[in-house]
């Protein structure tokens, strides 16, 4: 049955077409869709699974002219764009080109940007320009954009139609405080509800209890022609009462909007795939969005609905009976809490703790908000810093909270100084870190910020760290930034944890596969190294040595001539190297 599945699965994935325009693969499994929030950006066209294989043909929608290559190892990796009178096509991480643009590059193996003159390239609609790959990534697939002549990205199946009968999912709705006084089910704090499926296009919420104002967020994902596929929904609508609050429409995007991406979407949410949580609340003006700000009053019981459809016209429906109430009734434990909620930083205190007050020292810090004798909260909103956290009758409430304005400079240590052009807050702790490979010249500055975007980026100042690398640090991974000088700083666009020290380790690396195709030999190699990552450069007696570095997925393809020997030497980012040899 699996194997029947499978062959039905192939013959559908070869089932594209847009008139005249011709889809440039034969796999259409839709991995990453137009519009997915990527945290630091909106995903500007399709991610097409090659079914993890590489150098699969790629073919010219269009009569077309070439008008940029790039071959590069990092981000897009080998690039190309084609265009025609319409469009720009735009092809990421591929494995190689088509001999009709190898032969324009120079021999130079490594890094170009190039921009033929129109016409100088010329592919007929259906020839093969370019094959897939991994280049700038670790997974191997196709990056497919299609833009205006003004460079706008347009959702790809504007143009292209893809098989498509399955209704969005809808997995669920985040109910999101939209004031300090906000209460939902009872607490102020953001509520995540799960959704039942009614039928393939139906879904319901559980009543919910709110009391201010709030606004709403769904997640949900299009599966298109595979249970493996994820699409954003084409249109969005949020109705009151059957009143539309505010409408959504994905066929373009500019990339303006796309930098602004943490603005759109609910991202630091505890919740798998969050990043198809979609905010129904218009930040700014924009043509993406139709109708109110999407901020909803509790006033009186409604009944919301929400209604997604996607680029084939499956549609589905999610009924939310909303019951206005100042409080529910529970049961509270016990304990004390200081969080973000909505950016701004508070102090939750439940059960028996709800009797303490916070310390005279900085209750000025605070707008007390008193729900019950079981349940009261604290919302920050004073510029200032605490110093080495505060006390709740006793309690110590470990973190910092430090409020940044452009007046303002918060010293953390006396060698570790932030400063920011735009207004920001953040909670931070500090914690002592050990690691094998590293030694550590700080503490590890664990940093929750509460502003989800800077107007400008935040400087970090460090003195006395002359030869220390400066490293950003998330759910454990460190990535290094730059190596430091005795007074240095380091630019952040969006504040995280971070820690200093130096990568002591060497690089690691073990052969995977070597492969003789003609003249030939190709030697793949796996690279590691958890501390600094991967750099590289080579060494070798011979012009024909030929590697495809893949940083992000630490692996390296080498090529050399029958027999023919080479040095490659790989290195870390803090210049802790180790040599591969070949063939000897």
């Known amino acids: 049955m699996a194997r029947i599945y499978f062959v039905l699965l192939s013959i559908l994935s070869i089932t594209v077409y847009a008139g005249d325009t011709f889809f440039p693969i034969g796999e259409n499994i839709i991995t990453g869709s137009f519009g997915e929030f990527r945290w630091n950006h909106l995903h500007t066209g399709l991610d097409i699974s090659t079914g993890g294989a590489e150098g699969k043909s790629l073919y010219a929608p269009n009569d077309v002219w070439v ?66 790959g991994s280049s700038g990534t670790s997974i191997p697939h196709l990056h497919f954009e299609v833009r205006s002549k003004n460079n706008n990205p347009i959702n790809p199946l504007s143009i292209f139609y893809i098989p498509d009968t399955e209704n969005p999912y809808i997995y669920g709705v985040l109910f999101v405080c939209a004031s300090d006084s906000t209460l939902i089910n009872g607490k102020h704090d953001n509520v995540y509800m799960q959704a039942t499926k009614l039928n393939s296009s139906t879904f319901k919420i559980k009543p919910v209890n709110i009391s201010g104002l709030y606004s709403v967020s769904v997640k949900v994902i299009d599966k298109a022609n595979s249970i493996t596929a994820k699409l954003f929904v084409h249109n969005a609508s949020l109705y009151s009462s059957d009143r539309l609050i505010l409408s959504y429409s994905l066929d373009s995007l500019t990339f303006d ?18 990043n198809y949580l979609f905010s129904f609340r218009k930040p700014f003006e924009s043509f993406l969005y139709q109708g109110e700000s999407g901020i909803l009053s ?9 209604i997604l459809s996607d680029r084939g016209g499956n549609s589905s429906r999610c009924d ?48 007390e908000y008193i729900v019950s004798d079981k349940y009261k909260y604290y919302v920050y909103e004073r510029f200032g810093e605490t110093e080495n956290g505060f006390a709740v009758d006793g309690l110590t409430v470990k973190e910092n909270i430090v409020h940044i304005d452009n007046t303002i400079e918060a010293q953390l240590s006396d060698s570790i100084i932030l400063k920011s052009n735009s207004d920001i807050s953040f909670l931070y702790d500090k914690r002592t870190v050990e690691k094998r490979g590293m030694k550590y010249a700080s503490n590890l500055y664990e940093v929750k910020l509460c502003d989800r975007i800077l107007l400008q980026p935040a400087e970090i100042i460090l003195k006395g760290f002359e030869g220390k690398s400066f490293y950003l640090y998330s759910n454990g991974v460190q990535s290094y930034i730059k190596r430091l000088n005795s007074t240095d700083t380091v630019k952040v666009e969006y504040l995280k944890s971070f820690i200093i020290g130096n990568d002591i380790m060497m690089p690691k690396y073990s052969r995977l ?25 080579f060494v070798s007696d011979s012009n024909s040595l030929y590697n495809e570095p893949n940083l992000s997925g630490n692996r390296v393809k080498i090529r050399t001539k ?22 000897y």
């Not at 310390?359 to 707008?367: E, L, R, T």
């Not at 020997?565 to 180790?578: A, W």
Request: charged letters at 25%; aromatic letters at 16%.
């Open 562 to 583: 029958q027999d023919e020997k080479g040095i490659f030497i790989i290195k870390d980012r803090e210049g802790n190297s180790d040599t591969i040899f070949i063939n």
């Open 320 to 367: 939310i009976p909303v019951v206005c109430s100042k409080e529910r009734t529970q049961v509270y434990s016990d304990f004390v809490k200081l969080k973000k909620v909505n950016n701004k930083i508070t102090l939750i205190m439940s059960g028996s703790y709800a009797k303490y007050s916070v310390s005279d020292k900085v209750v000025n810090y605070f707008k």
């Open 298 to 306: 509790s006033d009186i019981d409604t009944m919301l609905s929400i």
């Open 67 to 132: 008008s940029y290559i790039k071959r590069d190892f990092t981000g897009y990796g080998n690039t190309v764009f084609l265009e025609d009178s319409q469009y720009i096509y735009v092809f990421a991480h591929l494995q190689g080109f088509s001999e009709k643009i190898d032969s324009f590059l120079s021999e130079d193996r490594f890094r170009q940007t190039i921009f033929p003159v129109k016409n100088r390239i010329k592919f007929n609609k259906k020839e093969i320009f370019a094959f897939s």
């Open 257 to 274: 909007l796309s930098r602004k991406s943490p603005l759109f979407f609910c991202g630091d949410v505890p919740i798998k795939n969050s």
């Open 513 to 537: 596969k070597k492969k003789t195709t003609g003249k030939y030999q190709y030697h793949t190699y796996s690279l590691f190294d958890a501390e600094s990552g991967i750099d590289w450069n």
